[in-house]
């Protein structure tokens, strides 16, 4: 059975530091993956996803993250983050049928 | 575009009270999904809807949960009896199968925050 693995439950980070939220998944068959992006009091928003092709997925707000098949990890970067990326982000996959698996979210703080 | 509208979006009741939640998916998309989020953690899948069929209904609880989508547009998820454990958030996301069930883009609502006393 699919599961996602949130390894950090809150990152903080200053302002214009890079970040990176780390995500692992368990799948024996090949996985479609995705990043969600949740703000306060708002539903979650798609920030990036993989289905194939290159493992270097460019995502919006500057976000990307690299698919490593191996290690079976989808960590999600962002070279210089602003305060406005303070929000919970979630790792998801999806493989075979239709059902998507979500992590428990990792909670980014951006300091001034 | 207008969002998947959710409302209301908050509800705060005592236990054994019934609630109902309302969701609106995007013009045009045919998938409706419902999801359970507890405090610090992820979305959970209750049911999912193909049109007005439910198609995965496996992790919603029936003795107490139902849902519909009269006409596969507006869908209606409904507790009754509440439990203090149903506290939670519940989300709404519609989908376009365009390209293939694996590909699609699930476009999620605000959200009703549910609290029960």
């Known amino acids: 059975a699919q599961s996602v693995t949130q390894l950090d439950s809150q990152v903080p980070v200053f302002e214009e530091a890079p970040v990176e939220l780390r995500c692992n998944y368990s799948?024996?068959?090949?996985?479609?993956l995705f990043w969600y992006v949740q703000y306060p009091n708002q539903g979650l928003q798609l920030l990036l996803k993989?289905?194939?092709?290159?493992?270097l997925v460019k995502g919006i707000n500057g976000f990307e993250a690299e698919f490593n098949k191996s290690q079976t990890s989808f960590h999600l970067r962002k070279p210089s983050v602003h305060i406005s990326d303070t929000a919970e982000y979630f790792c998801?996959?999806?493989?075979?049928?239709?059902?998507?698996?979500f992590g428990a979210g990792t909670r980014l703080f951006v300091k001034a | 575009e207008a969002g998947v509208v959710q409302s209301p979006r908050y509800k705060i009741i005592e236990k054994k009270q019934p609630v109902a939640f309302w969701c609106n998916p995007i013009?045009?998309?045919?998938?409706l999904y419902w999801y359970r989020q507890n405090l610090g953690q992820g979305p959970e899948l209750l049911i999912r809807?193909?049109?007005?069929?439910?198609?995965?209904d496996s992790q919603l609880p029936k003795d107490r949960f139902s849902a519909e989508r009269l006409k596969g547009v507006d869908s209606t998820l409904k507790i009754q009896p509440a439990e203090l454990g149903d506290s939670a958030v519940y989300l709404c996301?519609?989908?376009?199968?365009?390209?293939?069930?694996?590909?699609?883009?699930?476009?999620f609502g605000p959200g009703t925050r549910l609290t029960v006393l």
């Open positions: 799948s024996s068959v090949s996985v479609y």
């Open positions: 809807y193909e049109n007005e069929e439910a198609v995965d």
């Open positions: 013009s045009g998309h045919n998938t």
């Open positions: 998801a996959v999806k493989e075979g049928g239709f059902k998507t698996i």
């Open positions: 996301a519609s989908s376009q199968i365009a390209g293939g069930p694996l590909v699609d883009t699930q476009y």
């Open positions: 993989y289905l194939s092709g290159s493992t």
